[in-house]
């Protein structure tokens, strides 16, 4: 059974202009004189993307898709030039994180704008194949006039997203040329404060507080950065104890703003207490109070080293949405939990199971629309591929014992189904809000991973811990 459902936006977290260049001439627009600058010292070793390209591989896609227009050639051209014709959307043969971005980002703004003007279907039909079945990727000649596609539609993106808002002449702002130094770009960020690329800069509250966070690390780490706490071997400190680390505790979470209550003292109070189960939930821990050689460790992990991951997260941060929608369920992948939100308040958190790593969950958004009882699960391709079908060859058993059927056949391969029942793997309940990556919330009959800190297990999907209280939630209306 399959009802539709309001308009509910599903954010799943971990996060422009185009550059003024020209091929070493320069390009008029209007009054604007655009300048394109190699920079040669872009090699495979320090690239962002380890594939390149040439000049003729440029001027056969521009030839072979007619482009006439003068500014989108210049514009093409010179953006990889630029960028020593370093692929922008392709790493090792598929699309990288900011190809992935950039297409939700894209069919965000087309689902919301209602604009098909800008989708090109032959394109989209390459990436829905590069989503499904990402290992095999595409022929070297596809991949570069893929990528430049994706160029294009960036332009065209931009000149119409952010329309009055910026000059669309700057690629590099979203998509890096090379592997920097975390602090050097941060110090590039810092320096850059009051100047007009802070107008490009993503509006969403979640982009400008771990902006915020930066800052404040970045000065910790010019005062020298935080000294080690040392706690020996298993053991532990609870709420009423006393112990020599206390004091550096209290150091430690009064240098990031997280101590409520400064006290010199040795003893474990029940103020202290909440700010450790604080800390804890932060770092995807038990919130017991306990403090132990876990929670001491990743306390002492260095103000660089987190620097560096705000870094990464401020990057995925540049292609979310710019605002949330008031009713939404946020999906914290790297927590394991789900937020819902009614009119911005929060109405309940839920623990979810999420990716493993290597086939981990997509961030993106999307609305959801549908509530499936009793599914059917669609067997992804990829796993019929690596698992189903060659457990098919040694066992021609094995799609009746695990409650399977097969439908078809595609590409090669049979495309499976398993039926509905106590053993579907997608438990009596699905959330679908349709999307290229195959990604939707189900229950499912595995409930003991819920329980565990870490829950990155699936294949992708995200399963509830409670999805009874999900689908009544939703249909309370």
Not at 74 to 91: C, D, E, I, K, T
Not at 244 to 255: D, E, F, G, K
Not at 285 to 293: E, M, P, S
Not at 318 to 339: C, D, G, L, Q, Y
């Amino acid at each position: 059974m399959r009802i539709p459902l309001g308009r509910i936006c599903i954010l799943l977290l971990t996060i422009a202009s185009l550059f003024q260049y020209g091929c070493g001439d320069n390009i008029k627009k209007g009054r604007e004189k655009l300048f394109f600058k190699r920079d040669t010292t872009i090699t495979p070793e320090n690239a962002y993307s380890e594939l390149f390209m040439d000049s003729a591989a440029v001027e056969e896609y521009i030839r072979e898709n007619n482009l006439t227009d003068s500014l989108t050639v210049s514009h093409l051209r010179g953006f990889y030039y630029s960028r020593n014709y370093q692929f922008a959307w392709f790493s090792k043969n598929t699309l990288n994180e900011q190809g992935i971005s950039f297409w939700n980002l894209f069919n965000s703004y087309i689902g919301l704008s209602k604009d098909s003007s800008l989708m090109d279907k032959k394109l989209a039909e390459k990436i829905d194949v590069l989503m499904e079945d990402s290992a095999n990727g595409l022929p070297v000649r596809d991949l570069i006039a893929t990528d430049m596609a994706l160029t294009r539609l960036f332009f065209n993106y931009t000149q119409t997203a952010y329309a009055g808002r910026m000059d669309p002449t700057d690629l590099q702002w979203f998509i890096p040329r090379k592997k920097v130094d975390a602090l050097a770009l941060l110090d590039t960020m810092i320096a850059r404060k009051g100047t007009e690329i802070e107008i490009w800069e993503p509006l969403n509250p979640l982009y400008q507080d771990l902006k915020k966070k930066l800052v404040q690390y970045n000065s910790i780490a010019e005062k020298g950065g935080w000294e080690p706490i040392v706690i020996e071997g298993k053991k532990t400190v609870k709420p009423g104890e006393t112990s020599v680390i206390i004091p550096a505790l209290r150091n430690r979470l009064s240098l990031t703003g997280q101590l409520s209550r400064e006290d010199s003292t040795d003893v474990y109070d029940s103020a202290l207490a909440e700010d450790i189960k604080s800390l804890q939930l932060s770092f995807g821990l038990k919130a017991n109070g306990i403090v132990d050689k876990k929670l001491v460790d990743l306390l002492n992990i260095p103000v660089k080293q987190r620097i560096e991951q705000m870094l990464i997260n401020l990057e995925r941060m540049r292609w979310m949405p710019e605002k949330s929608v008031p009713n939404r369920i946020v999906a914290n992948i790297p927590e394991f939990v789900i937020h819902v939100y009614e009119d911005n308040k929060k109405v309940f958190d839920m623990n979810i199971v999420v990716g493993k790593q290597g086939s981990g969950t997509v961030i993106f958004n999307n609305e959801l629309k549908y509530i499936v009882f009793n599914p059917y699960w669609n067997v992804p391709r990829s796993i019929v591929k690596n698992e189903i079908f060659p457990a098919m060859k040694r066992n021609p058993a094995y799609l009746s014992r695990h409650n399977m059927e097969q439908t078809g056949v595609s590409g090669g391969l049979p495309v499976i189904r398993q039926k509905p029942g106590g053993r579907n793997s997608l438990g009596l309940v699905k959330f679908l809000f349709p999307n290229n990556y195959n990604i939707y919330f189900h229950d499912t009959p595995a409930k003991s991973l819920f329980e565990r800190e870490n829950r990155a297990y699936s294949q992708g999907c995200i399963r509830l811990a409670n999805a009874e209280k999900m689908a009544t939630y939703l249909l309370k209306d």
